[in-house]
């Protein structure tokens, strides 16, 4: 899986750099610098403009893998870690960790538990982040989700408690969190146009160096190509779906990574993917993989009750619904002019 991660992210880095190096004759000479490497279980590429690029990239990749080293479940080192084998009791954290934690909260607060940041049991019995996958019993589901609650997660200051038992995950928010404050790094060291492509999750800082915006593909639950294209500048684009990380059993079905709360089982719904387009990736991050286990009706709704994003949801039954702020900036690719496509209103 982690290899068609990679070969999936030099494809998509592939395209951007692509569409940016068709401009660079017409714009500005500016020294363009590259860095990509593995972290947060994905394949990481940045891209920067300007003389600083290169350094700024470097600082950028310290700030992604050190955010790594604080919020891994897997590695003993890690915040996370130690708070979720802390048997109850409280443990101090970095103000990073304490940043994600509250903000996590507050989104599952905002979608009524469908970001679950205690969701690590039930993750952990599916085996998602150990690489042995397995199918846990019925049973075994229903006595784990009695550890899964965030509204039994106390934040104070710096310091954590989970009730025993408890885990945490920030799967569905680090790589988000971790974009904005790569792209602050950046602004730091003065850089003013840069591409992040954190495992198919996309921020972007400025616009190109010759002044036009971005071309972003926005990926496709069905074939892991480009869906199509939004023309943006200065904003983040994360897609989430059950079709990146999965397993089948030995009857051919599919389990994906994405849990529904409520029930411990990979969300099942009417949704192929869900794509925010907002101006922080923790945004983004946070309400795609929400909306994703609300399913089409819910998503909609939230939409319509809360402001500053846009969303793209494809459904199984090859629905496209895209909100009326992005519309005019998103082309369809060609393989795709087959959904129907459907505006979605305030
Ligand atoms: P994303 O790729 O951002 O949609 O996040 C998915 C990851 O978040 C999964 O691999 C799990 O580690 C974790 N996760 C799964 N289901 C949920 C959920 N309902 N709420 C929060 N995190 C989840
Ligand atoms: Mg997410």
Same mark, same amino acid.
């Given at each position: 899986?982690?290899?068609?991660?990679?070969?999936?992210?030099?494809?998509?880095?592939?395209?951007?750099?692509?569409?940016?190096?068709?401009?660079?004759?017409?714009?500005?000479?500016?020294?363009?610098?590259?860095?990509?490497?593995?972290?947060?279980?994905?394949?990481?590429?940045?891209?920067?403009?300007?003389?600083?690029?290169?350094?700024?990239?470097?600082?950028?990749?310290?700030?992604?893998?050190?955010?790594?080293?604080?919020?891994?479940?897997?590695?003993?080192?890690?915040?996370?870690?130690?708070?979720?084998?802390?048997?109850?009791?409280?443990?101090?954290?970095?103000?990073?960790?304490?940043?994600?934690?509250?903000?996590?909260?507050?989104?599952?607060?905002?979608?009524?538990?469908?970001?679950?940041?205690?969701?690590?049991?039930?993750?952990?019995?599916?085996?998602?982040?150990?690489?042995?996958?397995?199918?846990?019993?019925?049973?075994?589901?229903?006595?784990?989700?009695?550890?899964?609650?965030?509204?039994?997660?106390?934040?104070?200051?710096?310091?954590?408690?989970?009730?025993?038992?408890?885990?945490?995950?920030?799967?569905?928010?680090?790589?988000?969190?971790?974009?904005?404050?790569?792209?602050?790094?950046?602004?730091?060291?003065?850089?003013?146009?840069?591409?992040?492509?954190?495992? *198919?999750?996309?921020? %972007? !800082?400025? =616009? @190109?160096?010759? +002044?036009?915006?971005?071309?972003? #593909?926005?990926?496709?639950? &069905?074939?892991?190509?480009?869906?199509?294209?939004?023309?943006?500048?200065?904003?983040?684009?994360?897609?989430?779906?059950?079709?990146?990380?999965?397993?089948?059993?030995?009857?051919?079905?599919?389990?994906?990574?994405?849990?529904?709360?409520?029930?411990?089982?990979?969300?099942?719904?009417?949704?192929?993917?869900?794509?925010?387009?907002?101006?922080?990736?923790?945004?983004?991050?946070?309400?795609?993989?929400?909306?994703?286990?609300?399913?089409?009706?819910?998503?909609?709704?939230?939409?319509?009750?809360?402001? *500053?994003?846009?969303? %793209? !949801?494809? =459904? @199984?039954?090859? +629905?496209?619904?895209?909100?009326? #702020?992005?519309?005019?900036? &998103?082309?369809?690719?060609?393989?795709?002019?087959?959904?129907?496509?459907?505006?979605?209103?305030?």
């Amino acid at each position: 899986m982690r290899k068609n991660i990679i070969i999936y992210g030099v494809f998509l880095f592939f395209i951007l750099t692509g569409v940016t190096a068709c401009t660079k004759s017409q714009g500005p000479i500016e020294k363009e610098s590259q860095i990509s490497f593995l972290a947060m279980d994905t394949s990481i590429s940045l891209m920067a403009y300007g003389k600083d690029a290169e350094i700024a990239l470097k600082k950028a990749q310290e700030q992604i893998q050190g955010l790594e080293k604080r919020w891994s479940v897997t590695d003993e080192e890690s915040e996370i870690y130690k708070i979720n084998h802390s048997d109850g009791k409280e443990v101090e954290v970095s103000k990073e960790t304490a940043e994600i934690l509250a903000f996590a909260l507050q989104m599952a607060k905002q979608t009524e538990g469908a970001l679950e940041p205690s969701i690590y049991p039930v993750v952990s019995a599916w085996g998602f982040t150990t690489e042995e996958k397995r199918v846990p019993l019925k049973e075994e589901l229903a006595d784990l989700l009695m550890y899964v609650g965030y509204k039994k997660i106390q934040l104070s200051d710096n310091s954590v408690q989970l009730e025993k038992g408890m885990q945490l995950d920030l799967g569905a928010v680090g790589k988000g969190y971790a974009g904005d404050k790569a792209v602050e790094v950046l602004k730091k060291c003065g850089i003013t146009s840069a591409l992040l492509d954190i495992g *198919g999750n996309i921020q %972007i !800082l400025g =616009t @190109k160096p010759d +002044g036009e915006n971005w071309n972003i #593909g926005v990926r496709s639950p &069905f074939y892991g190509d480009i869906l199509g294209i939004i023309e943006l500048s200065d904003c983040a684009v994360i897609t989430s779906g059950n079709y990146e990380r999965y397993f089948a059993d030995k009857d051919g079905i599919i389990y994906g990574h994405i849990i529904n709360p409520q029930t411990g089982y990979p969300v099942e719904n009417d949704l192929a993917s869900v794509t925010i387009i907002a101006s922080q990736g923790k945004q983004c991050d946070a309400l795609s993989t929400a909306l994703f286990v609300m399913g089409l009706d819910k998503a909609i709704e939230y939409w319509r009750k809360n402001d *500053g994003f846009e969303a %793209i !949801l494809v =459904t @199984k039954e090859q +629905g496209l619904y895209i909100t009326e #702020g992005i519309k005019e900036k &998103f082309t369809l690719k060609q393989a795709y002019d087959y959904l129907k496509v459907y505006e979605v209103n305030r």
